[in-house]
């Protein structure tokens, strides 16, 4: 079954959104993983956004994504990495249709409140980066297939 990385971004937890976000993909039929609030360091965040480095937002990324705690969520279902992006909405939000988390929730591209993997093989370095084996739990979920046809 395929994974997918989310972080509620600083802006989310500071805003009282971390139940909001999370219920959008909950009710989505994605079954949880992993999941932990914590405070990133500049070194994870500095891996995290590794692909950004050089461009001129990357040092205003990072020290956004490290200026509070975040909220990380390992996601399972099928096509995860492009059923949590359709969730997110694009990147810049004033672009991300009404019913996107940052279509609804945000204005600004350097207050998008979510990350969320872009590839199959993205997801699955970034869920190595942020989480450890032992921090991932698969279970089998009771409505399971009344959400995926062969669970
Ligand atoms: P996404 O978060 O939708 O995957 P991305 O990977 O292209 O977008 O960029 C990572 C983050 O960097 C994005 O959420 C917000 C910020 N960002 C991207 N492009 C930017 C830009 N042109 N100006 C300012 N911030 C930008
Ligand atoms: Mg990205």
């Given at each position: 079954m395929e994974r997918t990385l989310i972080i509620v971004k600083p802006d989310g937890v500071q805003r009282g959104l971390v139940g909001d976000i999370i219920n959008r993909f909950e009710r989505r039929g994605l079954r949880i993983v992993g999941m932990k609030f914590m405070q990133a360091s500049r070194e994870l965040a500095e891996k995290h956004y590794a692909v950004h480095?050089?461009?001129?937002?990357y040092e205003g990324l990072v020290n956004y994504i490290i200026s509070s705690p975040v909220v990380v969520i390992a996601l399972e279902g099928t096509n995860a990495v492009a059923a949590s992006r359709k969730t997110v909405g694009a990147t810049r939000p004033n672009e991300?249709?009404?019913?996107?988390i940052r279509g609804d929730y945000a204005l600004e591209v350097g207050r998008n409140l979510v990350h969320a993997s872009d590839s199959v093989d993205n997801a699955a370095a970034e869920i190595a980066l942020w989480f450890t084996a032992s921090e991932l739990t698969s279970w089998p979920r009771n409505n399971d297939p009344w959400i995926f046809e062969k669970p």
């Amino acid at each position: 079954m395929e994974r997918t990385l989310i972080i509620v971004k600083p802006d989310g937890v500071q805003r009282g959104l971390v139940g909001d976000i999370i219920n959008r993909f909950e009710r989505r039929g994605l079954r949880i993983v992993g999941m932990k609030f914590m405070q990133a360091s500049r070194e994870l965040a500095e891996k995290h956004y590794a692909v950004h480095q050089g461009k001129p937002f990357y040092e205003g990324l990072v020290n956004y994504i490290i200026s509070s705690p975040v909220v990380v969520i390992a996601l399972e279902g099928t096509n995860a990495v492009a059923a949590s992006r359709k969730t997110v909405g694009a990147t810049r939000p004033n672009e991300a249709e009404a019913g996107t988390i940052r279509g609804d929730y945000a204005l600004e591209v350097g207050r998008n409140l979510v990350h969320a993997s872009d590839s199959v093989d993205n997801a699955a370095a970034e869920i190595a980066l942020w989480f450890t084996a032992s921090e991932l739990t698969s279970w089998p979920r009771n409505n399971d297939p009344w959400i995926f046809e062969k669970p």
